[in-house]
């Protein structure tokens, strides 16, 4: 992989993965900078590696990362580490109302880290937060474009 140098003063840069555990790798080295309060914001095709980016995110917070996966019933999943609790959002299955009544920006507001998949469905979404882009180049390679906020 062409890893993304994710660190204190990284602020943006793009990342080629070819496979998945590549894409956990480079949400993992996301996570290790991620603060209470840090929101992620992640956009991309059904099967671009979304999912598998906020594994990778679970796990460099401390979190377990094994049962990360794309939420089903439960529209917020919750996930336990040690200085911070990952809170994962997916709004594929959502209608904007029902997006509105779900109170993301109290949760964004929070203590916790929000990592929220298909994250343009939410008008409200707040701006100067993390954003990850994550692109199918094709067969199993990936574009992952990550910008940091200011
Ligand atoms: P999303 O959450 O964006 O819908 P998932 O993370 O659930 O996507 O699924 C991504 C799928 O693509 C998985 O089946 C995974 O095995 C496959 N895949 C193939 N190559 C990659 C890659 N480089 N990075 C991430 N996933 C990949
Ligand atoms: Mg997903």
Redesign the pocket.
């Known amino acids: 992989m062409t890893q993304p140098p994710v660190g204190p003063t990284f602020r943006s840069g793009v990342a080629e993965?070819?496979?998945?555990s590549?894409?956990e790798a480079a949400g993992e080295a996301l996570g290790r900078e991620l603060r209470p309060g840090d929101v992620v914001l992640l956009y991309?095709?059904?099967?671009?590696?979304?999912?598998?980016?906020v594994r990778g995110i679970a796990r460099g917070i401390g979190a377990n990362p094994d049962d990360v996966s794309?939420p089903t019933f439960t529209i917020v999943q919750e996930y336990a580490g040690p200085s911070a609790t990952l809170y994962h959002v997916d709004l594929y299955r959502l209608e904007p109302a029902d997006i509105d009544d779900l109170g993301l920006e109290d949760l964004v507001s929070g203590e916790g880290i929000v990592a929220i998949?298909w994250a343009e469905r939410w008008k409200g979404r707040p701006d100067d937060v993390t954003e990850v882009w994550?692109k199918d180049l094709g067969e199993?390679?990936?574009a992952i474009t990550i910008e940091r906020p200011r």
């Open positions: 993965t070819a496979n998945e590549e894409t991309g095709d059904l099967g671009a590696g979304k999912t598998a980016f794309s998949e994550i199993d390679s990936r």
